[in-house]
């Protein structure tokens, strides 16, 4: 169990960068092609400007998570947003049972959530920056 224990660091390392990767691949095009992101949003219920919102979170979160910048403060955000897209956007669109509709959101809030509670781990800026203080 020490070997696998020894492995923390790395696990945390590989989880923030896998989240934060597919957060700056939904949230770039949220910046990039706000246009379509504004109506989209409106259509589901939201502010237009969210778009806009939810874009910059997912870049900007992604790319801290990947560098282990903030990472609590950006899990619980970014678990927040998730949590709200699960329950506002996707579960509406049918049952709970059918968790293929809302599968992605869900493990991204679940992840980031764990990321939140557990911290960038010792492989990260978070560590570099702020361990003399903790």
Do not use: C
Request: hydrophobic share 55%.
């Amino acid at each position: 169990m020490k070997k696998l224990e020894a492995l923390k660091p790395l696990a945390l390392f590989f989880l923030r960068s896998g989240i934060g990767i597919v957060f700056i691949y939904h949230g770039y095009p949220k910046l990039a092609h706000s246009s379509q992101w504004t109506q989209s949003f409106a259509h589901m219920g939201f502010p237009s400007y969210f778009a806009y919102i939810a874009g910059a979170l997912e870049v900007i979160g992604g790319a801290l998570l990947i560098a282990g910048l903030f990472t609590r403060v950006f899990g619980l955000l970014l678990a927040g947003e998730m949590a709200i897209a699960v329950w506002r956007v996707h579960l509406p669109q049918g049952s709970i049972l059918n968790v293929g509709n809302y599968q992605l959101p869900l493990i991204l809030a679940v992840g980031t959530f764990t990321l939140m509670a557990l911290g960038a781990g010792v492989i990260s800026l978070d560590y570099a920056i702020f361990r003399s203080k903790a």
